[in-house]
C-alpha cells in the first residue's frame, strides 16, 4: 500500500474533525482486491469518465447495490476538482467484498483545505459553508468513511462506501416521512452546476438533481422532459430509478422556463410533507439553468441569421442582372428557410409570373411548378397573389404549408416570395422574421438589377446612336470596326467613314475625356462638326482646327483625341494622308507580315486656342492594312500589366492576309481575352485593308 497523509471522517459529519495521523488509506479492501486508476485532463467531460470507471468497477466486481451513491459521490469530488484546482485529475477506484473506496487526486499547489461539514452552532446557516466545501456534505453523509490524502505533489479526498452483510444494500441513512433534510443535503441540492453550456452537461445536471432529489424525498425515480420548441416535441433529458407512474403519488412541477421551451419535472413520490417543496425547488433551480441554455442558444441563433443575411446581401449585390439575381434568390432560402421556394414577379398587368423556384429535393421539383401554377381560391397562387395586393406576409396551409412575404422595393410591388416549411420544422419567430428581412433585400437587388438593366440599355442605344450604323461597301477597299462598350454609361470612343469627293473617304477614330451623357453630348457633337465640315469640301487641317476651337467654346472642359485619314485610290494602290491629334500611332501590317507604327503626334483637340497636326503620307499596297484603335486597347489590364501597342502589334503580325472583319475581329478577341477582367474603358477598333 502506498504512504500517506490522511485525515479520517467519521460517516455521520458530528465530528468536525479526527486527528490526522501517516500511515495508509484505511480502504479495508483485501489484498486482491480489484483496482483501477487513471488520469483524466482537466474537462467538462472528466466527471462523465469518472463515472464510466467506477460503475465499470461495480458492474465487475458485482456491487451493483452501491451504484447510485457511488456514481453521485465521484461526480462531487471530480467536479470539485475539476472546478477549483483546475489540474488533471487522478482518480483511483478500489472494490473488495466488503465495499467500494474511490481516491480523487488533484496536482494543485497548496495543501488540502480542512473543511468543516458539520454544523458550527445550533442554528446553522446555509450560506456559512464554504462553496468547495458544499461538495463534501453529501459525502459526510453518504460515505461510511471518508479523508483527504496528500501524495508527492497531489492531494486529495477518498470516501468508502461498505457493503451491507446479508441485505447488499448500502449503509445509506434516507430521510424518513416528514424528517427535515439534513444541513448537507440541502447544500448538496442547492449547489450550483458549472460548465453546463452543453446537452450532456445539462442531461448530467438534471441526472444529478434527480438523484439528491430522489434520496431527500425516497422517491423510486424521476424524470426530467423537455421541449426546445424547435419540432421535435417533448424529449427525455435525464432519468433517474424508474418512470414516474401515471397516479396518485407521482409529483409533477413544471419548469419555469420561456417560449418556446416547456418542460416538466416528473418525481415518483408522494405530493405530501417537504416533497412538494424540494421538487419545486429542485425544478426552478434547473429552470435557471435551461433559460441560459435558451439564451445562448437565441444569441448564437440571432449571429447565425445576422451571418447569412450578411453572405445574402454580398451575394445580392454582386449580380446586376435581373434573371440572374431572381435565379439565385431561391437558392440562398433553400434549405436553410424551408423545403422550397418560389419568386414571383408581376407584369405591367400586375399578374405574378413566376420567375424561379427551387426544391431541397430535385424529384419534387415538377410538382412543386405544379401546385405554383394551380388556380383556385386555396392555392398557392392565390394566396400569393394576396400577399402582393395586400402588402403584407400570408401564410398558406397544407399540403404545402408556408408563408409568401411580398417584394417591395422603393415602394413599388415587384412580386412575392413564397417559402414551404420543412416537413418536419415549423417556422419559429425568427425566421418568419429573417424571411422578411431577405425579401426586403432580394427586392432592393431586383430593383437595382432592373434600374441598372433599364440605364445600360439607354446606354448602349445612345452609344449606338454616335456610330454609325454600317461601315461603306467599297469594291478593292475594305472597313471594318468592332467596338466594345463598359458598364452602364455612356463611353466617348466613337469611329466614322464619310465619303467625300470622287472615290475618297474619310476615316475617324476618336475619344472623347469622360463617360456619360456630357461625354456623350460633346462626342455627338464632334461626329457632326466632322460630317458637316466634311460635306463643305474643308481641308483636314481646317477641319481640325475647327473641331479644335469649338471645343474650346463648347466642349465644357472636355477634349478629344482624334486619328484622322483621308483615303484615295490611286490604280492599284492606296494613298493615305494621316492626321494624329493627341491620339496613338497607327499600326501598318504589309501584305507580308511586317508591321511597324505610323504617324506623328499632335495636339489634342479642346486643350490650346492653337494646335499642331503634322500629317503623313502613307501608300497601302494590295494586301496591305492600317489599324486604328483607342486606348481602352492598349489600356487592358491584367493586374498591374497593360495591353500595350507592343502587344497589339505582335497580335497583329499573324493577322497579314486576312479581310478587314477577320482582323477586326481577331485584334478585339485578344484584347479581350488577355484578362479576366471586365473592360474598365470602351474599345474601339477600325481596320482599313487595300483589297484590290
Known amino acids: 500500500m502506498r504512504e500517506t497523509t490522511l485525515c479520517i471522517h467519521p460517516p455521520t459529519g458530528e465530528d468536525a474533525w479526527v486527528p490526522a495521523e501517516v500511515g495508509t488509506i484505511p480502504t ?38 452501491l451504484l447510485n451513491e457511488a456514481l453521485l459521490l465521484t461526480t462531487e469530488l471530480s467536479t470539485n476538482a475539476v472546478v477549483h484546482a483546475n489540474t488533471e485529475l487522478e482518480i483511483e477506484v478500489a472494490a473488495d467484498a466488503g465495499g467500494l473506496t474511490v481516491t480523487v487526486t488533484d496536482f494543485a499547489p497548496g495543501p488540502v483545505e480542512q473543511l468543516a461539514v458539520g454544523p458550527k452552532n445550533e442554528s446553522p446557516d446555509i450560506g456559512e459553508v464554504a462553496e468547495r466545501g458544499r461538495g463534501l456534505l453529501l459525502v459526510d453523509h453518504f460515505a461510511s468513511r471518508w479523508g483527504t490524502v496528500h ?15 446479508g441485505s447488499g444494500a448500502p449503509p445509506v441513512r434516507l430521510p424518513q416521512h416528514g424528517e427535515t433534510p439534513s444541513l448537507g443535503a440541502l447544500t448538496g441540492l442547492l449547489r450550483s452546476g458549472n460548465d453546463r453550456n452543453t446537452d450532456e452537461g445539462l442531461a448530467d445536471l438534471a441526472t444529478d438533481l434527480l438523484s439528491r432529489l430522489a434520496r431527500l424525498t425516497g422517491a423510486a425515480g424521476g424524470v426530467v422532459r423537455l421541449d426546445r420548441g424547435d419540432g421535435t416535441g417533448r424529449q427525455l433529458l435525464a432519468r433517474y430509478g424508474r418512470a414516474p407512474r401515471d397516479n396518485a403519488d407521482t409529483i409533477r412541477v413544471p419548469l419555469d422556463v420561456h417560449r ?101 429535393e430535385e424529384s419534387q421539383l415538377a410538382a412543386l411548378h405544379t401546385s405554383l401554377a394551380e388556380d383556385g381560391p386555396e392555392s398557392i397562387l392565390a394566396r400569393l397573389e394576396e400577399a402582393s395586393r395586400l402588402g403584407t406576409q400570408v401564410m398558406f396551409g397544407t399540403p404545402s404549408e408556408g408563408y409568401a412575404v411580398p417584394l417591395v422595393a422603393r415602394g413599388a410591388r415587384l412580386g412575392t416570395l413564397a417559402v414551404g416549411r420543412h416537413p418536419k420544422h415549423r417556422h419559429d419567430a425568427d425566421e418568419v422574421a429573417v424571411l422578411e428581412d431577405v425579401a426586403r433585400r432580394a427586392a432592393l437587388a431586383i430593383d437595382n438589377a432592373r434600374i441598372h438593366d433599364e440605364r445600360r440599355t439607354v446606354a448602349r442605344t445612345l452609344q449606338a446612336s454616335l456610330l454609325p450604323p454600317a461601315l461603306p461597301h467599297v469594291e478593292g477597299i475594305g472597313f471594318a470596326a468592332e467596338y466594345v462598350p463598359t458598364g452602364s454609361e455612356v463611353g466617348g470612343d466613337f469611329y466614322d467613314v464619310v465619303p467625300f469627293g470622287d472615290d475618297q473617304y474619310l476615316v475617324v477614330v476618336g475619344d472623347v475625356s469622360g463617360k ?80 511597324t507604327f505610323v504617324g506623328e503626334g499632335g495636339t489634342a483637340l479642346g486643350l490650346l486656342e492653337s494646335i499642331t497636326s503634322p500629317d503623313i503620307m502613307i501608300t497601302l499596297d494590295p494586301g496591305d492594312s492600317l489599324i486604328f484603335y483607342t486606348d481602352g486597347v492598349t489600356e487592358r489590364r491584367r493586374g498591374r500589366e497593360l495591353f500595350g501597342s507592343n502587344r497589339l502589334r505582335e497580335a497583329a503580325t499573324p493577322l497579314a492576309g486576312y479581310p478587314a472583319d477577320v482582323m477586326a475581329a481577331r485584334l478585339r478577341s485578344t484584347t479581350i481575352n488577355f484578362s479576366v477582367e471586365e473592360p474598365r474603358d470602351d474599345i474601339a477598333i477600325l481596320v482599313l485593308r487595300n483589297d484590290a
Not at 41 to 61: F, H, K, M, W
Not at 304 to 314: K, V
Request: charged share 25%; net charge positive.
Open 151 to 165: 501524495e508527492g505533489d497531489g492531494k486529495g479526498v477518498w470516501f468508502r462506501l461498505d457493503q451491507r452483510t
Open 260 to 360: 418556446p421551451y416547456s418542460g416538466e419535472l416528473e418525481l415518483d413520490a408522494s405530493p405530501v410533507g417537504y416533497a412538494q417543496s424540494l421538487a419545486t425547488m429542485v425544478a426552478e433551480r434547473f429552470s435557471l439553468h435551461l433559460e441560459n441554455d435558451r439564451l445562448r442558444r437565441a444569441d448564437v441563433r440571432r449571429q447565425t441569421w445576422i451571418t447569412f443575411l450578411a453572405e445574402a446581401s454580398e451575394l445580392l449585390a454582386q449580380s446586376l442582372d435581373v434573371n440572374l439575381t431572381m435565379a439565385l434568390i431561391p437558392q440562398l432560402v433553400v434549405p436553410r428557410l424551408g423545403q422550397w421556394c418560389a419568386v414571383h414577379t408581376t407584369d405591367a398587368w400586375g399578374r405574378l409570373q413566376l420567375a424561379a423556384a427551387t426544391h431541397a
Open 516 to 595: 456619360g451623357v456630357q461625354a456623350a453630348t460633346v462626342t455627338g457633337l464632334v461626329r457632326d462638326v466632322i460630317r458637316i465640315l466634311v460635306d463643305d469640301g474643308k481641308a483636314m487641317s481646317e477641319i481640325l482646327w475647327r473641331v479644335n476651337r469649338t471645343l474650346v467654346q463648347r466642349g465644357g472642359g472636355r477634349y478629344c483625341t482624334l486619328a484622322m485619314a483621308s483615303v484615295t485610290r490611286k490604280g492599284a494602290s492606296l494613298g493615305v494622308c494621316l492626321h494624329l491629334a493627341g491620339h496613338d500611332r497607327a499600326v501598318l501590317v504589309r501584305a507580308d507580315g511586317k508591321t
Open 28 to 65: 479495508g479492501a483485501s489484498p486482491d482486491a480489484l483496482v483501477r486508476r487513471t488520469r483524466l485532463p482537466n474537462d467538462r467531460r472528466t466527471p462523465a469518465a469518472a463515472r464510466a470507471l467506477v460503475r465499470s468497477v461495480l458492474e465487475e466486481t458485482g456491487l451493483v447495490g
